[in-house]
Nanobody, 127 residues
Framework: VQLQAFGGGLVQAGGSLRLSCAASGRTLSSFGSGWFRQAPGKEREFVAAIRWSGGDTYYTDSVKGRFTIFKDNARKIHYLQMNSLKPEDTAIYYC?????????????????????WGQGTLVTVSS
């Protein structure tokens, strides 16, 4: 499976962006998907995840109510809709996929749970 992330860019605080992650190879419905981000000088952190079935989603507290993760299995793409962006959301965003069909939120928040990673896409939010 190969993942390709795109959709990053420069946006003003309060604005919106939609990140996309396209999968090649296996169908998207066969694995869980997530987004992580890494700000300058910081470790990569969990942002959001969605189960393989698409039924359950998980978010880090700082993005709840502003970001939405969803996927289109037919097009093999999963998305991260980011609204009300803040300067502290500035980071390189990475999409990821996991083969394990876990039902544990903790599982999806861990970087080591993911088997596939896309290249990063830079999101810059100006104040």
């Amino acid at each position: 499976v190969q993942l390709q992330a795109f959709g990053g860019g420069l946006v003003q605080a309060g604005g919106s962006l939609r990140l996309s992650c396209a999968a090649s190879g296996r169908t998207l419905s066969s694995f869980g998907s997530g987004w992580f981000r890494q700000a300058p000088g910081k470790e990569r952190e969990f942002v959001a995840a969605i189960r393989w079935s698409g039924g359950d989603t998980y978010y880090t507290d700082s993005v709840k109510g502003r970001f939405t993760i969803f996927k289109d299995n037919a097009r093999k793409i999963h998305y991260l809709q980011m609204n009300s962006l803040k300067p502290e959301d500035t980071a390189i965003y990475y999409c990821a996929g996991t083969n394990v069909r876990s039902v544990s939120r903790t599982w999806y928040t861990r970087r080591e749970s993911y088997d596939y990673w896309g290249q990063g896409t830079l999101v810059t939010v100006s104040s």
